[in-house]
């Protein structure tokens, strides 16, 4: 096997009391043929002093500073900047394992993969909720030193193996809302895909651009290869997005907007009229972190049948007609 370059794209933003981990994790690869493309998207803390610091240290670190405008666009950016035959995101508050890297790049040259996926770990801290804060302020008032433990779940949805694109298409109907699918950060790239189809990402959804970007790069991609040891520790944080900003009309909104990028991917892929029945669950169902308990699943089903999505499955549809007939 050759010694191909990772380029490993790092957005920042207001991490500074985590992008040092983080950053720390990068350098300490076992894979050494990276770059390492940290943009910094107009913090207003230290995150760009830290970042500095990195790059005094490390050759291979490439640093730019810009004024805000988001994940999306910051992302871009780190794209146009990466020079490696694949590309890897990490979020500048999580952090990975020495040999992650190395091991989606062995996947990938052993299988000439597309992309290859792997199992992550959620770090979910003691002191993320107020609850948790509470304890923790009480045992430091009491000068108890004694830390709870971080909760960390793995979470992994497909088998080891190898997949042509329709079988991992329709894998990924099994479990349509979750992170493990939808995220960069558990997965590894090639460039050539990326640049020769002008993919990028898009601001047009507020939590989803993720996988927007997925979905769109499935459609260019033939072997993808599943690995089965997590390597990505992703820490969530309770003031993302996804904790802060969600309520009914944006989740409707962005429910209703990703619909439509499934329904073009499996229409080009020939394979909606076979997966619109899990269509519905990606409307109903949630991700490993994402909503609260009780979401309104039926107020979203209402309104994208209401707005023509066509979301009901076959019997459905014939319940309906046979309820009309004896009415």
Known sequence: MNNPLVSIIVPVYNVQNSVARCLESICAQTWKNIEIILVNDGSRDESFSVCEQFREKDPRIVLVDKSNSGVSDTRNCGMTLASGKYVQFVDSDDYIEPDFTERLVTAAETNNADLVIAPYWMVIPANSCKAGQA?????????????????VREYGFLPEGIYDRDTFALRLMEKPASFFYSVLWNKLYRRDILVDNHLQFTSEVRWAEDLVFNLEYILYANVFVSIPKAGYHYVQNPQSICHTQINLASIVQNKLQVFRYYKDLYTKLGLYDKVQPQLYKFLTAFSENAYPAGSPQKIIMDMANRWGFGVLDAS????????KSEA
């Open 135 to 151: 304890l923790e302020n009480l045992q430091e008032n009491l000068g108890i030193e004694e830390k709870r433990p971080d909760d």
């Open 316 to 323: 459905d549809k014939e319940k309906k007609r046979h309820a």
